[in-house]
């Protein structure tokens, strides 16, 4: 059973840093598309940022110049280096793993930005 898990969530000042974790296990194939998510309360779910297997990367134009997603295959986790944080930031973010023949979700860590 292919089970995330994410990590680095919490409180933070404006202007400041957080970089979240995201850790699968379980799965025996490779791992096509990470992405990371974010819904804050009364929103829709939003893309925020995407890499696949070759390390091409996609960021919402919300979070260019100041989020970097990135991988690491031996591990099978995914990061979020997130700088220069705002409070429109707020918000659970999860990822997502896709492979060839499935998908799956983490439950989320939430960050929230104070002014």
């Known amino acids: 059973q292919v089970q995330l898990v994410e990590s680095g969530g919490g409180l933070v000042q404006a202007g400041g840093s957080l970089r979240l974790s995201c850790a699968a296990s379980?799965?025996?194939?490779?791992?096509?598309?990470m992405t990371w998510y974010r819904q804050a309360p009364g929103t829709v779910r939003e893309l925020v940022a995407s890499?696949?297997?070759?390390?091409?990367?996609n960021h919402a134009d919300s979070v260019k110049d100041r989020f970097t997603i990135s991988r690491d295959n031996a591990k099978n986790t995914v990061y979020l280096q997130k700088n220069s944080l705002e409070p429109e930031d707020t918000a659970l973010y999860s990822c997502?793993?896709?492979?060839?023949?499935?998908?799956?979700w983490g439950r989320g860590t939430q960050v929230t930005v104070s002014s």
């Open positions: 997502s793993i896709a492979w060839s023949s499935g998908s799956s």
């Open positions: 890499i696949n297997s070759g390390g091409t990367t």
């Open positions: 379980g799965i025996s194939r490779s791992i096509d598309v």
